[in-house]
């Protein structure tokens, strides 16, 4: 499990010294019908001082986290935030 990120122009120039026209920048979009959650989670920014970060441990769980942080973020730049770390739930 990732404890931290890295970000990709720090893990080409130190990891592996690769051109950097080889890295495309990533692009973000966000689809119209979408729009209300992002709204939704800015409002949520500014109202609450703590975020806790509930999605799969998996690359694409990470990512959204990391989105859902952006988008909170963007109205409170001081949140705090946490993240769960878990493998599976399942009854007993």
């Known amino acids: 499990m990732w404890e931290r990120s890295v970000s990709l122009s720090t893990f080409v ?9 080889l890295c495309s920048p990533v692009a973000r979009f966000l689809p119209q ?9 800015r409002q949520q ?3 609450h001082d703590l ?3 509930w ?3 998996d690359r694409e769980g990470e990512h959204i986290g990391s989105e859902i942080v952006s988008y909170c973020r963007k ?3 001081k949140i705090k935030v946490l993240r769960s770390r878990f493998n599976a739930i399942i009854p007993e």
Not at 13 to 21: G, H, N, Q, V
Not at 33 to 41: K, Q, T
């Open 33 to 41: 019908g979408m729009r209300f959650v992002a709204s939704n989670l």
């Open 75 to 77: 109205e409170n730049s």
């Open 45 to 47: 920014g500014k109202d």
């Open 55 to 57: 999605t799969d441990c």
């Open 13 to 21: 120039t130190e990891a592996f010294p690769l051109k950097r026209s």
């Open 51 to 53: 975020l806790l970060i």
